[in-house]
């Protein structure tokens, strides 16, 4: 439910929903990558990078971790931490080169 109210942009629904997963299932480390990727879209920075350093810490053999470091690129753009985003450990599993920085734009130009 809350990867599709996600996508349709229903940031409450989904923020409650993703908070809930995370309440049921603790050690859930998709649970805790979408809630931080979803707080990272709102602004929620600090908390973003929290919940993307849980997920990362609780499943590191996750073949899918490059969305959990994608997600705390995110959080690190939407901080205004440009050099963090595109260039250490946040953009090191995503496989971006030079485009990387241009990807981490467009939650940028939803918030004016």
Not at 42 to 59: F, K, P
């Amino acid at each position: 439910m809350e990867i599709s109210c996600w996508g349709l942009l229903k940031t409450d629904e989904s923020l409650s929903a993703f908070e809930r997963a995370v309440a049921l299932n603790p050690n859930c480390s998709l649970a805790y990558g979408s809630l931080g990727t979803l707080l990272g879209i709102l602004g929620r920075s600090d908390e973003a990078m929290a919940n993307q350093e849980i997920a990362i810490r609780s499943s590191p053999l996750d073949p899918s971790i490059f969305f959990r470091f994608l997600g705390l690129a995110l959080a690190h753009d939407m901080a205004g931490h440009y050099a963090t985003a595109t260039n250490g450990r946040s953009a090191r599993s995503t496989g971006c080169r030079g485009g990387f920085s241009r990807t981490l734009s467009w939650p940028r130009a939803m918030r004016r």
